[in-house]
């Protein structure tokens, strides 16, 4: 319908429609003085429905939506059990959607649990204050659709002569910055203690926005539209949950009212498309970097606990318990009695490290002449080789080092570069380790892998009645040390036990699959005590063969937590998988349109697979494309993948019979490492076709990739050159949401992660060092709230980017922090009717003639 003037009839409908000819004109008049002739309501005249100029249908742009005020915009203070604190922002853009607008509500602040919550509103600020923020806000936001409520304070704080003339030195500047923007001024809300000021203040605003009206609504230079909060239609008391705040219904109330002040603007044609910003606005803000540390800030929880370990499948082996066996003499020889005897391994035979033996060796202190005796198994041993005295695997490689400490304290080391089968190891060329620590002689220095990674770590001890031990990770990617890492923070990373003497300490594994003893004891090592029996001459040695056949201490109930969407919802299940390969699955219950943020029980009925194969080879991820996370099994020698594809649907699991991919052998044979999550092996879509990649990690981080095509698979060579970062702590996920599956790498000991977002295969020609892939520098995007190695990164909120959880190692109960975008785009439940109450602009109350 065209619009007509209408003039000052508008104002019993409860609403002034105005042209501001210029932003900066002048008030014909003295606005803080109430003006009979504009409060004559008996002289208007009622229109059909309440409806000034038609309700007219959505347009083919974006409401690009500014927000106004103060805490009743917010939506905070919500009455009690309002949790959500959305206000009317949320009823307002769903009866907008709903109607068929596009709509992004802007603004430098986020408020309540809404998808697309920004707002510009923080409580108990004035009119002033509010117009110093929007002095910056707006220029970056460029609202063309301005809803303000704002004065409440003013009325509060006693400042109610002039709030008329701030409010429009605000709106002057809203129209300086978005010329072309409508705005949309609602009077005050009903305040039980303050009412005559709120009276005086409304006085005040109808009388401004008559001030701005024009005589020519066809084509206004700057558009101004009063929505009237105080005709009737809101209640005080009913409508309030406090002296000034709605409760939800009078939020609702709220929300009627906007839009049918927005209906009749857009009737006007006063709606234009917004300007060009420095973002997009988009239906679906399902796709942005992560923001650092925004997980912290969630509304709907920083930390919400999703997991509780309810269910007897989730289950550890119990305390530890030691047994062992008496095995007799093994071992028979005359030796010296300045000799000692040590156990190292130095032998490559094949085997996977947890199965390998030490040797037996001799040390002369007299003569520094050292004897090897190969073990053979069974408690066999070869004649002493000699070569001309401490062991430990330095390096990771799984072969213990020649390590020699100074009087300082300086540990020198030569590493063990014997190749497989080679029956005489060989060493390399002896370097310094790294520089001593000041004051912490040879005789207090220990050797042991504090962190279990497999490398040995550099420990010394302070005593003086009592023993503390303070030790430095041994970061090395390399023969050498990267960098040293103090593993206590300062302090002492085992406090005193009360022993008193230094001369006993030794560090060590007491079982298994708690890391691997590489230092002064061994953890698989078949042999677990030397026992010398004679004096003068030592030449028997008798063994206790180690029997813990796992009784206890070798898993824990967290270890077995994984992710991954199997029943194609958009939210990753919940998976659980025993250290002998019996995967649990337990399906998420949220769906899109009855997300509930895990405020409810999550997971269903479990499902179970055996696959017969260790924890350590399985992975989760959707190998063919289907949108259904299958269970993945590698290889730990020859790296082909045998895979159980998902036949899943909502509410019922199932998989497919145990398939090979042949063309997988031979393509990552680099295994697993000591630590739980250092593996070679990763599957993740990197090129967005929806099937996992096969990706292969060296200990350094330099990555290769067979891409799983629809056509087959295809080795691509190098995707990342190395950035001397460890193998166990990275991670794969789509962190920004598009659809591309992003580095990860979170800090072994504070948590904190950056993300390598993936930016696409490399162009033909371009030099991107050797790979193939192209990835942007790291991103600071998760602050850590655990370790590393306890942070796991699914998909939970059902909008395809990677949250944080993190997993209880020893209870397995789990936490999710959200991965929250700029607000923006539907909320889950997708585009509903509010059903907010009919709207009828009601009779404009009268004014107060005599001020307070």
Same mark, same amino acid.
């Not at 109607?99 to 920004?118: E, I």
């Not at 923070?489 to 406090?495: H, I, K, L, T």
């Given at each position: 319908?065209?619009?007509?003037?209408?003039?000052?009839?508008?104002?019993?409908?409860? =609403?002034? =429609?105005?042209?501001?000819?210029?932003?900066?004109?002048?008030?014909?008049?003295?606005?803080?003085?109430?003006?009979?002739?504009?409060?004559?309501?008996?002289?208007?005249?009622?229109?059909?429905?309440? %409806?000034?100029?038609?309700?007219?249908?959505?347009?083919?742009?974006?409401?690009?939506?500014?927000?106004?005020?103060?805490?009743?915009?917010?939506?905070?203070?919500?009455?009690?059990?309002?949790?959500?604190?959305?206000?009317?922002?949320?009823?307002?853009?769903?009866?907008?959607?709903?109607?068929? *607008?596009?709509?992004?509500?802007?603004?430098?602040?986020?408020?309540?649990?809404? +998808?697309?919550?920004?707002?510009?509103?923080?409580?108990?600020?004035?009119?002033?204050?509010?117009?110093?923020?929007?002095?910056?806000?707006?220029?970056?936001?460029?609202?063309?659709?301005?809803? =303000?409520?704002?004065?409440?304070?003013?009325?509060?704080?006693?400042?109610?002569?002039?709030?008329?003339?701030?409010?429009?030195?605000?709106?002057?500047?809203?129209?300086?910055?978005?010329?072309?923007?409508?705005?949309?001024?609602?009077?005050? #809300?009903?305040?039980?203690?303050?009412?005559?000021?709120?009276?005086?203040?409304?006085?005040?605003?109808?009388?401004?926005?008559?001030?701005?009206?024009?005589?020519?609504?066809?084509?206004?230079?700057?558009?101004?539209?009063?929505?009237?909060?105080?005709?009737?239609? #809101?209640?005080?008391?009913?409508?309030?949950?406090?002296?000034?705040?709605?409760?939800?219904?009078?939020?609702?109330?709220?929300?009627?009212?906007?839009?049918?002040?927005?209906?009749?603007?857009?009737?006007?044609?006063?709606?234009?498309?917004?300007?060009?910003?420095?973002?997009?606005?988009?239906?679906?803000?399902?796709?942005?970097?992560?923001?650092?540390?925004?997980?912290?800030?969630?509304?709907?929880?920083?930390?919400?606990?999703?997991?509780?370990?309810?269910?007897?499948?989730?289950?550890?082996?119990?305390?530890?318990?030691?047994?062992?066996?008496?095995?007799?003499?093994?071992?028979?020889?005359?030796?010296?009695?300045?000799?000692?005897?040590?156990?190292?391994?130095?032998?490559?035979?094949?085997?996977?490290?947890?199965?390998?033996?030490?040797?037996?060796?001799?040390?002369?202190?007299?003569?520094?002449?050292?004897?090897?005796?190969?073990?053979?198994?069974?408690?066999?041993?070869?004649?002493?080789?000699?070569?001309?005295?401490?062991?430990?695997?330095? @390096?990771?490689?799984?072969?213990?080092?020649?390590?020699?400490?100074?009087?300082?304290?300086?540990?020198?080391?030569?590493?063990?570069?014997?190749?497989?089968?080679?029956?005489?190891?060989?060493?390399?060329?002896?370097?310094? *380790?790294?520089?001593?620590?000041?004051?912490?002689?040879?005789?207090?220095?220990?050797?042991?892998?504090?962190?279990?990674?497999?490398?040995?770590?550099?420990?010394?001890?302070?005593?003086?009645?009592?023993?503390? =031990?303070?030790?430095?990770?041994?970061?090395?990617?390399? %023969?050498?040390?990267?960098?040293?890492?103090?593993?206590?923070?300062?302090?002492?990373?085992?406090?005193?036990?009360?022993?008193?003497?230094?001369?006993?300490?030794?560090?060590?594994?007491?079982?298994?699959?708690?890391?691997?003893?590489?230092?002064?004891?061994?953890?698989?090592?078949?042999?677990?005590?030397?026992?010398?029996?004679?004096?003068?001459?030592?030449?028997?040695?008798?063994? *206790?063969?180690?029997?813990?056949?796992? @009784?206890?201490?070798?898993?824990?109930?967290?270890?077995?937590?994984?992710?991954?969407?199997?029943?194609?919802?958009?939210?990753?299940?919940?998976?659980?998988?025993? +250290?002998?390969?019996?995967?649990?699955?337990?399906?998420?219950?949220?769906?899109?349109?009855?997300?509930?943020?895990?405020?409810?029980?999550?997971?269903?009925?479990?499902?179970?697979?055996?696959?017969?194969?260790?924890?350590?080879?399985?992975?989760?991820?959707?190998?063919?494309?289907?949108?259904?996370?299958?269970?993945?099994?590698?290889?730990?020698?020859?790296?082909?993948?045998?895979?159980?594809?998902?036949?899943?649907?909502?509410?019922?699991?199932?998989?497919?019979?145990?398939?090979?991919?042949?063309?997988?052998?031979?393509?990552?044979?680099?295994?697993?490492?000591?630590?739980?999550?250092?593996?070679?092996?990763?599957?993740?879509?990197? %090129?967005?076709?929806?099937?996992?990649?096969?990706?292969?990690?060296?200990?350094?981080? #330099?990555?290769?990739?067979?891409?799983?095509?629809?056509?087959?698979?295809?080795?691509?060579?190098?995707?990342?050159?190395?950035?001397?970062?460890?193998?166990?702590?990275?991670?794969?996920?789509?962190?920004?949401?598009?659809?591309?599956?992003?580095?990860?790498?979170?800090?072994?000991?504070?948590?904190?992660?950056?993300?390598?977002?993936?930016?696409?295969?490399?162009?033909?020609?371009?030099?991107?060092?050797?790979? +193939?892939?192209?990835?942007?520098?790291?991103?600071?995007?998760?602050?850590?709230?655990?370790?590393?190695?306890?942070?796991?990164?699914?998909?939970?909120?059902?909008?395809?980017?990677?949250?944080?959880?993190?997993?209880?190692?020893?209870?397995?109960?789990?936490?999710?922090?959200?991965?929250?975008?700029?607000?923006?785009?539907?909320?889950?439940?997708?585009?509903?009717?509010?059903?907010?109450?009919?709207?009828?602009?009601?009779?404009?109350?009268?004014?107060?003639?005599?001020?307070?």
């Amino acid at each position: 319908m065209k619009p007509v003037n209408i003039g000052i009839s508008a104002l019993k409908l409860g =609403i002034f =429609i105005v042209n501001l000819t210029q932003a900066a004109t002048a008030f014909s008049h003295d606005i803080d003085t109430p003006n009979e002739d504009l409060l004559d309501h008996r002289q208007l005249l009622p229109r059909s429905g309440g %409806n000034l100029a038609g309700r007219a249908e959505a347009r083919d742009f974006f409401l690009r939506i500014m927000p106004v005020g103060a805490s009743i915009v917010r939506g905070d203070s919500a009455e009690p059990g309002d949790t959500d604190k959305n206000g009317f922002r949320k009823a307002v853009r769903d009866k907008l959607r709903w109607d068929g *607008w596009k709509v992004n509500m802007v603004g430098s602040l986020s408020g309540g649990t809404m +998808a697309d919550n920004n707002v510009e509103a923080i409580p108990g600020e004035r009119i002033d204050q509010i117009h110093t923020r929007l002095r910056t806000t707006a220029p970056v936001w460029q609202p063309n659709l301005y809803l =303000i409520n704002a004065g409440t304070n003013d009325a509060s704080q006693d400042m109610v002569a002039g709030a008329g003339e701030r409010m429009k030195a605000m709106i002057d500047t809203i129209f300086s910055i978005t010329p072309d923007a409508t705005v949309i001024l609602s009077t005050l #809300l009903h305040h039980r203690d303050f009412q005559p000021r709120v009276v005086q203040i409304n006085d005040q605003y109808r009388r401004l926005v008559k001030s701005y009206q024009g005589g020519d609504l066809e084509k206004p230079t700057a558009k101004v539209f009063l929505a009237e909060m105080q005709d009737d239609f #809101l209640k005080f008391p009913e409508d309030f949950h406090d002296p000034l705040h709605p409760n939800r219904g009078g939020f609702r109330k709220m929300a009627a009212v906007w839009v049918w002040a927005i209906d009749q603007v857009n009737g006007l044609n006063w709606l234009n498309a917004p300007k060009a910003a420095g973002f997009t606005d988009d239906e679906g803000k399902t796709m942005c970097k992560k923001e650092p540390g925004s997980e912290l800030n969630h509304p709907h929880g920083s930390e919400v606990k999703l997991l509780f370990a309810g269910d007897s499948t989730i289950r550890d082996d119990g305390v530890y318990k030691q047994s062992s066996q008496e095995r007799g003499v093994v071992w028979k020889n005359k030796v010296s009695n300045e000799t000692e005897m040590y156990w190292a391994h130095f032998i490559d035979s094949g085997l996977p490290r947890e199965q390998v033996l030490d040797e037996l060796v001799l040390i002369n202190r007299d003569t520094d002449r050292i004897d090897i005796h190969i073990n053979r198994g069974d408690g066999k041993f070869d004649a002493g080789v000699r070569t001309s005295i401490h062991f430990g695997d330095v @390096n990771g490689d799984g072969l213990d080092d020649y390590i020699c400490i100074a009087s300082d304290g300086t540990p020198f080391v030569a590493i063990n570069n014997s190749t497989r089968q080679q029956t005489v190891p060989s060493f390399g060329v002896v370097f310094k *380790w790294r520089d001593p620590i000041v004051g912490y002689a040879q005789d207090r220095v220990r050797l042991g892998d504090i962190d279990g990674d497999g490398r040995l770590d550099y420990c010394v001890i302070r005593d003086g009645g009592n023993i503390h =031990i303070k030790c430095y990770r041994n970061g090395g990617l390399g %023969n050498e040390a990267a960098y040293w890492q103090d593993l206590g923070s300062g302090g002492p990373v085992f406090s005193a036990k009360d022993m008193g003497d230094i001369r006993g300490v030794r560090l060590g594994v007491t079982h298994p699959d708690i890391g691997e003893g590489i230092g002064d004891t061994r953890e698989r090592a078949k042999f677990g005590r030397v026992f010398n029996k004679r004096d003068g001459f030592r030449d028997v040695i008798s063994i *206790w063969e180690n029997v813990n056949g796992g @009784n206890g201490g070798r898993w824990q109930k967290g270890d077995g937590a994984r992710w991954g969407d199997v029943t194609g919802t958009g939210f990753d299940d919940y998976i659980w998988i025993s +250290a002998f390969g019996e995967v649990t699955i337990f399906p998420n219950k949220a769906r899109a349109n009855s997300f509930d943020w895990y405020k409810s029980v999550a997971w269903g009925s479990t499902t179970l697979v055996k696959t017969g194969v260790t924890r350590r080879a399985l992975h989760i991820a959707d190998w063919n494309g289907d949108g259904k996370a299958d269970i993945i099994a590698v290889d730990r020698v020859s790296g082909e993948l045998t895979v159980w594809l998902s036949t899943s649907e909502p509410g019922k699991v199932s998989f497919q019979d145990a398939k090979k991919y042949s063309d997988t052998k031979g393509f990552c044979t680099l295994g697993w490492g000591v630590l739980y999550y250092d593996t070679s092996h990763h599957f993740a879509d990197i %090129n967005g076709d929806g099937r996992a990649d096969y990706i292969c990690i060296q200990h350094n981080g #330099l990555m290769h990739a067979m891409l799983h095509l629809a056509t087959g698979t295809t080795a691509i060579g190098q995707i990342n050159y190395t950035k001397n970062l460890e193998r166990a702590d990275f991670r794969f996920a789509d962190v920004n949401g598009d659809g591309l599956s992003d580095i990860i790498h979170s800090d072994r000991f504070t948590g904190n992660t950056n993300v390598f977002y993936n930016e696409g295969k490399t162009a033909p020609g371009e030099s991107n060092a050797g790979s +193939a892939w192209k990835w942007g520098r790291p991103a600071n995007a998760f602050k850590g709230t655990s370790r590393g190695s306890n942070l796991q990164f699914p998909s939970l909120s059902g909008q395809g980017r990677a949250d944080m959880v993190e997993i209880n190692p020893n209870t397995a109960h789990g936490w999710v922090f959200f991965n929250t975008c700029p607000a923006g785009g539907d909320d889950p439940e997708g585009v509903l009717d509010p059903s907010l109450p009919p709207y009828t602009p009601g009779k404009t109350p009268e004014t107060v003639s005599s001020p307070l």
